[in-house]
């Protein structure tokens, strides 16, 4: 089916133990700003159970309208259905979501149940002329591309740092309005039988602040143990590129880049990275990144905003002297 012009924007806030993913929460953030440049309402989405805290943390993250559904847990093809009903019944223009795994699948299924496309993965958005302009990284992120889409609604996954949540200080008081939906009779075709989750996927890279990503320069599994005591040290998450998690120095969750987890940390320190497009791709919504490595012309000191040029094996022990003084001082 499609929709008319429609108006609005509808953010689904994908909901993990009762609280609101990061992501989502930007997504958010980039919806309130898009609908405010048209003078209309940005309404959040939040699916689940035990949705009090989330609910009133999107009220207070932007949303004009909060639409409360209680569910079990994420099943797919259950929440398609009911957020698929509710894009029905309020028509928006735009529909948001946080650009991670379910995201991604989410919005994909619903564009096509609507005869439209998803614009995945975007870096930016603004409104121009009164035009909706969507832009995605090609090329690894070497090229911006500015994407006009014609259907309606429009679907598009934001990527992590692109949105700004709503600061604590500049808390709205968006209305919570509970809606009783439910899947729609045939359309869940599967039944989960159990969820079985790797022991790396407690490690949370997409909320972290602080990420430690080591590389192969780290030059072998026993040394790659002190990329973990540093993020021990920091508080932080382990990561690691794709030649480290081809040797299985690390799960493949933890993998960072292009072909795994895209992150914006507040904190991002590459051990042994030299930088190629794909890891970059991953890590560029960071606010700081620093760089350790031996080669000076390695790739990820074009997008450092410190690097440190030697033997990261060397380095990695002084550098975690000095944290530890800083920590006393």
Not at 35 to 63: F, N, T
Not at 96 to 105: H, I, T
Not at 180 to 202: L, N, Q, Y
């Amino acid at each position: 089916m499609s929709l008319g012009d429609g108006k609005n924007v509808l953010v689904f806030v994908e909901v993990v133990d009762g609280s609101p993913v990061s992501n989502a929460m930007e997504a958010l953030g980039l919806g309130r700003e898009l609908a405010q440049a048209k003078g209309e309402e940005v309404c959040a989405v939040v699916i689940g159970p035990d949705l009090d805290v989330a609910a009133e943390a999107c009220a207070k993250g932007g949303a004009d309208k909060v639409f409360t559904v209680a569910q079990d847990a994420w099943q797919l093809e259950a929440y398609a259905s009911i957020l698929g009903q509710l894009i029905e019944k309020y028509t928006p223009a735009l529909v948001l979501a946080a650009s991670n795994q379910n995201g991604r699948d989410l919005q994909a299924i619903l564009a096509n149940q609507f005869d439209t496309v998803c614009v995945s993965d975007i870096v930016g958005a603004r409104v121009e002329d009164g035009a909706l302009i969507l832009t995605t990284p090609l090329y690894g992120g070497g090229v911006w591309n500015d994407v006009k889409v014609a259907s309606h609604p429009k679907f598009a996954t934001v990527r992590a740092g692109t949105g700004k949540k709503v600061p604590p200080e500049e808390a709205t008081s968006g209305e919570i309005v509970k809606e009783d939906v439910a899947p729609a009779a045939g359309a869940v075709s599967t039944k989960v039988a159990d969820v079985v989750k790797e022991v790396a996927e407690t490690v949370n890279l997409e909320e972290a602040e602080v990420v430690i990503v080591g590389g192969r320069g780290m030059g072998s599994k026993e040394n790659f143990q002190k990329v973990h005591d540093l993020a021990d040290l920091l508080g932080g998450v382990v990561g690691g590129t794709r030649p480290v998690v081809e040797d299985e120095w690390v799960p493949h969750p933890q993998q960072v880049g292009q072909s795994g987890k895209i992150i914006a940390p507040k904190f991002y320190i590459g051990c042994g990275v030299s930088g190629a497009t794909q890891h970059l791709t991953g890590i560029l919504g960071s606010d700081f990144i620093l760089a350790i490595n031996k080669d000076e012309e390695a790739p990820i000191f074009d997008v450092a905003d410190c690097g440190i040029v030697g033997d990261v094996n060397e380095i990695l022990p002084l550098l975690m002297e000095e944290f530890k003084k800083a920590k006393q001082a």
